[in-house]
């Protein structure tokens, strides 16, 4: 048995690695730009208010200094802040830089002080922290020759080249852990498909005919499932493969068998028994006999390729199930007459049922004919149709005091092709087609069937029919 292989677009399909790599290197990215983003903001407004801190600290300095140091000490403690970058200036009310002492300071801050008047005229108080012209400026007012400003300054340039060699190392360090993201995705990706790969590649090795293939995945559990369904479908596959080559076997073996006999019984009537008419008689009798076996191993090859191939419906109608049956059991007096079989029948009178008639007829005719091919020495077989207490139900047994059947094939012989390997009293001729059909026909139906048996106890085959009246045909 060879698969036709699926014809699947592959260049339409995007392969698991990339989906995995994408996926993760775009939450890693997002992963990475949150946190350097909160990151940067918090070091960058850190650095503000650290900046802001320092300069309000300074007023205070700078004024318990004075209150103990003379000017020139005042003149060299304000210089010292300078290794800060932060410029800290005495200023009179004109704008005139009155401490330090330092010829370089000849930089006139009326405009600033101007600025700063106008400020404390609006808004009161005594101290000022702004930012202006790129700068963080502190001012309070200071006791100093009869009322001065103690002036402080940092440049926010030197804030922001701080921030922008900050962002520089945050980007070195996203491209290095974004690129460390992508060697991770990449391995983590191609471990996980290299399992469904390996499977894949066995299941290409299985669909070319090769039924000792094995699925093997126990490193993830979902991976396991699927090689366990994949293995048991391979088992099923493989079974069935032989089922069909054992049934090819055995139908041509038994369809050989009548061939044989019909050609040898007519030569015979052609040399021998032509004009015997007895003899003829006996002689043609096998000839229809072989002809009738013949005619049944091919009905059920057909039989069962046309009900799974769908092409038989249901057409359900509602009918005289008693009638029905005794119209059945009727076709098989030949053999109560010919060959000293016995049916009993136990039947309830004018059950009625709803059902596809003709399919039935095939499920009773198969049951009926396995009793009759499988009872035992006793050649008995017994017929009930009963209804239920309450009348709605009906149940079909159809008993024989056969071998039976061995438990653990119970749930095997309803399987296409299968026969069992026991010896019936009778050499039976079957094609293992016949409970086959029966179970699909019942399946269709939704009606419960199944067989009770014990090994040396004969087996009872039942079906639950449903009951109805005899008028309502609901279509
Ligand atoms: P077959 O054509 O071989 O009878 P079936 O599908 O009708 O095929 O039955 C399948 C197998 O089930 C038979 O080969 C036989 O082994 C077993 N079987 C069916 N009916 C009976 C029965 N009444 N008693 C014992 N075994 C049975």
């Avoid at 004075?66 to 010292?80: E, H, I, P, Q």
């Avoid at 391979?234 to 073996?253: G, I, P």
């Amino acid at each position: 048995m060879k698969f036709k292989k699926p014809q699947i677009k592959l260049k339409s399909l995007k392969s698991i690695n990339y989906v995995l790599m994408k996926y993760f290197i775009l939450l890693a990215s997002l992963l990475i730009l949150l946190v350097e983003v909160i990151f940067f903001m918090v070091v960058s407004s850190s650095l503000e208010s650290h900046a802001r801190n320092r300069l309000t600290g300074i007023g205070g300095e700078v004024a318990t200094f004075m209150t103990a140091n003379d000017d020139f000490a005042v003149s060299g403690y304000l210089r010292r802040y300078r290794q800060e970058g932060i410029n800290v200036v005495v200023l009179s009310q004109g704008g005139e830089v009155l401490l330090p002492f330092d010829d370089s300071l000849n930089e006139n801050y009326a405009d600033e002080i101007s600025y700063i008047k106008e400020q404390f005229k609006d808004f009161g108080g005594s101290s000022l922290l702004y930012s202006k012209n790129n700068s963080l400026n502190y001012v309070s007012v200071i006791d100093y020759h009869g009322g001065s400003y103690l002036f402080a300054n940092y440049s926010l340039k030197i804030i922001n080249g701080t921030r922008n060699i900050l962002l520089v190392y945050f980007i070195l360090v996203g491209i290095f852990v974004l690129l460390a993201a992508a060697l991770f995705s990449y391995s983590v990706s191609q471990r996980l498909s290299s399992g469904i790969k390996n499977l894949s590649s066995t299941a290409e090795r299985f669909s070319k005919g090769d039924f000792n293939v094995n699925f093997t995945n126990s490193e993830y559990k979902e991976l396991a499932v699927l090689s366990d369904t994949l293995n048991s479908v391979r088992d099923e596959v493989k079974k069935s493969d032989s089922f069909q080559r054992e049934l090819l076997a055995n139908v041509s073996h038994d369809l050989k068998t009548p061939l044989t006999m019909i050609k040898a019984y007519a030569s015979m009537i052609r040399e021998i028994s032509g004009d015997n008419p007895q003899k003829r008689d006996k002689h043609l009798q096998v000839i229809i006999d072989e002809a009738d076996r013949l005619t049944g191993l091919v009905n059920d090859v057909l039989n069962v390729s046309k009900l799974t191939s769908g092409i038989n419906e249901i057409n359900c109608k509602v009918f005289n199930f008693t009638e029905f049956l005794y119209g059945i059991i009727n076709k098989f007096e030949y053999l109560q007459e010919t060959q000293g079989y016995k049916i009993m029948v136990d039947v309830d009178a004018n059950l009625y049922t709803r059902a596809d008639e003709e399919k039935i007829g095939q499920v009773i005719y198969n049951l009926l004919g396995n009793a009759v091919n499988y009872t035992g020495e006793d050649k008995t077989v017994f017929i009930s149709l009963k209804s239920s207490l309450d009348g709605d139900r009906i149940k079909l047994k159809i008993r024989d005091t056969g071998k039976g059947i061995a438990k653990e094939d119970l749930p095997e012989i309803w399987n296409r092709y299968y026969r069992s390997r026991e010896t019936h009293s009778r050499p039976v001729k079957g094609t293992g087609l016949g409970l086959n059909i029966v179970k699909i026909i019942l399946q269709n139906h939704s009606f419960d069937f199944g067989v009770e048996s014990e090994l040396g106890n004969g087996s009872t085959f039942w079906v639950d029919f449903p009951s109805v009246p005899a008028e309502i045909d609901v279509e």
